[in-house]
């Protein structure tokens, strides 16, 4: 297969510079000795004057349906890793493709290039102008020798950590070039942080590629370093052309540092109006994000190539909202705490929720337990402070513990109140004002959809439990137009931590 690859490279520019059409004629292939998982093909590349590898995983359709063109997913790698790394020790990106396919995805070729250490970007001072070879030698080597469908509307790009900022960049630049990017654990920082990196770590990751070799602090942040940074370049002047690309973001919440950025950019594309997918899951910096992140970002490129629209809203799923029956005055005991008496008060703080979704929160935390001793109390602190409400429900139910959770508005007042005032603190869509009592000692869970309200609350009650060393869990979900399934996902997602 590599060396068919490499003859038919010959015949690539040709077969591009006449404008030839989508199903245009290729040579076939030998079924005898078609490999689905070709390995170190071989550019030569006159931008580079180097070779470049690159790994191609066919359809299984490939070798026999020769009528059959495909779209095309570019897989780029890590600082560090090569084009062998997705399907590596740690990564087993074909194992995935297999099983989707088998799940109802459509038949796509995937390409795995060889990435170097350049964040997928052109050097500064012209000496390595890796983008240029990707856009102008790699793109149309595989067009003009695969039997691709080579339109915009049929490729997409996505990468972990290093290609995580290259798949980012190179739609960001080439926006007629990719339907879709999708950024897995994306290595960026925020100004701040690159300005107080290490001299070395500054000057052997970013400086030689976007400039600011051997400065510090401001000197660093070169123009040519903003006009590939998402943080910079996905302003209101550029939304115009950037949204012709369907963006989708994944980090893990136990990252050492690039959740703070990823965080950001999230805040600035919501500020900014720019449609797009976000998610915080659980993990670091690893495969055990990046691959299950694949059963929804391969799914959604193939969505996005079949012409569906926003990746969200469109497939809405039904929902109707659970319900319990509840004292008088609102609340819910377990039959446990009705016998002991003595069990874990659960304040539900809000700021008048509907009683369909105060319904709905109740019915999926009693779902976590049906024998532990737990009151649902709920205090609408549109009414009084919370507080108040405590002072008035711990004289009727003594608890040994007490916990907050606290939705939206109902949790700025549970933030503002001493560290140690609840054994956990739980908040959905949390609006967390200017004072935020976090400690390290204190165990936090918090959630919401990529288009809740309260964005930048969430990441700055992140920055804080992150500075404060505090025991965490942060979620980010998929959204919805239903708010009251929003609320129910938010809450889903950490409802494994809510012990009683």
């Known amino acids: 297969m590599k060396s068919k690859i490499i003859y038919l490279f010959a015949c690539a520019a040709l077969l591009v510079s006449c404008g030839c059409e989508k199903k245009r004629d290729l040579p076939d292939v030998d079924p005898s000795t078609f490999q689905r998982y070709s390995q170190d093909n071989v550019l030569n590349s006159k931008v580079l004057n180097t070779t470049v590898k690159y790994n191609i995983y066919f359809p299984a359709s490939y070798a026999t349906d020769k009528d059959k063109r495909y779209p095309v997913v570019y897989m780029v790698h890590g600082y560090g890793d090569d084009n062998n790394s997705w399907n590596g020790s740690w990564l087993h990106a074909n194992n995935k493709i297999d099983d989707l396919t088998q799940k109802g995805l459509g038949e796509m070729i995937y390409v795995f290039p060889q990435g170097f250490k350049t964040y997928y970007c052109n050097r500064y001072d012209g000496t390595f102008s890796y983008m240029d070879m990707f856009v102008n030698e790699l793109i149309p080597l595989i067009d003009g020798s695969l039997r691709t469908i080579p339109d915009k509307q049929l490729r997409a790009v996505t990468g972990y950590s290093m290609g995580g900022f290259g798949a980012v960049a190179l739609a960001e630049k080439h926006p007629e070039l990719f339907i879709a990017s999708a950024s897995l654990s994306m290595s960026v920082r925020t100004d701040w942080q690159y300005m107080e ?19 510090t602090g401001e000197g660093r942040i070169t123009e040519y370093y903003k006009q590939h940074c998402p943080l910079h370049y996905f302003n209101a002047q550029n939304k115009s052309t950037l949204s012709k690309v369907n963006w989708y973001f994944i980090c893990g919440d136990n990252e050492e540092n690039l959740l703070y950025a990823n965080d950001e950019l999230h805040c600035i594309l919501r500020e900014n109006g720019y449609a797009h997918q976000y998610r915080v899951v659980d993990g670091g910096h690893s495969s055990y994000v990046w691959m299950p992140a694949l059963d929804e970002v391969l799914p959604m490129f193939d969505y996005y190539m079949n012409g569906g629209s926003m990746w969200s809203p469109d497939d809405e799923p039904s929902f109707t909202p659970g319900s319990i029956e509840t004292e008088e005055d609102g609340s819910y005991l377990s039959p446990a ?7 874990t008060a659960v304040f539900v703080a809000h700021n008048n929720l509907s009683q369909e979704d105060l319904q709905t929160i109740m019915a999926a935390c009693t779902g976590q337990s049906s024998t532990a001793a737990y009151a649902l109390l709920p205090c609408n602190t549109a009414q009084k402070t919370l507080q108040s409400w405590m002072s008035e429900w711990e004289a009727k139910y003594p608890n040994q513990k007490k916990y907050i959770l606290g939705v939206a508005e109902g949790a700025r007042e ?16 949390p609006a967390v004002g200017d004072v935020i009592q976090v400690a390290a000692e204190q165990e936090i869970y918090f959630a919401g959809t990529e288009l809740d309200s ?36 938010s809450l889903k997602s950490i409802l494994s931590y809510l012990t009683y």
């Open 414 to 429: 549970a933030l503002a109140l001493p560290s140690d005032t609840f054994s956990r603190s739980y908040y959905l869509n």
């Open 337 to 343: 705490y009705k016998e002991s008496s003595n069990g």
């Open 454 to 489: 309260n964005y930048k609350d969430m990441d700055k009650l992140y920055v804080a439990c992150k500075g404060n060393e505090a025991a965490f869990q942060y979620r980010i979900v998929r959204g919805y137009k239903n708010a009251s399934l929003n609320l129910y996902n």
């Open 197 to 215: 990196e290490s001299q070395d770590g500054w000057n052997s990751q970013w400086g030689k590629i976007f400039g600011g070799f051997g400065q």
